[in-house]
Nanobody, 121 residues
Framework: QVQLVESGGGLVQAGGSLRLSCAAS????????TGWFRQAPGKEREFVAV????????YYTESVKGRFTISRDNAKNEVYLQMNTLKPEDTAVYYC??????????????WGQGTQVTVSS
């Protein structure tokens, strides 16, 4: 069992940066790929980024490539999402997730509770 708790969300102006963190509990956290998803008001939850269990491979949705960076520290049981050059359309609740590749992109095994990110124009 893996429990995920996100933090780091908030209000930021367009062009600014935020760093989201996800703290994981559970001895087997390092066995899982981890990812970030987001859900904007009135929209379905969408995939943002994923990193494999070693941290050696990452994948991003097109709209955040070059602006967002996913990373992880297995020694600390944490996953991060560095978000730069934020845009108003990045406003959403961001969720941390864990699971197996490749199914994590559509059906993660574990979810966090989410953290709100609001980008003002």
């Amino acid at each position: 069992q893996v429990q995920l708790v996100e933090s780091g969300g908030g209000l930021v102006q367009a062009g600014g940066s935020l760093r989201l963190s996800c703290a994981a509990s559970g001895r087997t956290f390092s066995n899982y790929a981890t990812g970030w998803f987001r859900q904007a008001p009135g929209k379905e939850r969408e995939f943002v980024a994923v990193i494999n269990w070693t941290g050696s491979s990452t994948y991003y949705t097109e709209s955040v490539k070059g602006r967002f960076t996913i990373s992880r520290d297995n020694a600390k049981n944490e996953v991060y999402l560095q978000m730069n050059t934020l845009k108003p359309e990045d406003t959403a609740v961001y969720y941390c997730a864990a699971g197996y590749l490749p199914s994590i992109a559509t059906a993660p095994k574990y979810w966090g509770q989410g953290t709100q990110v609001t980008v003002s124009s």
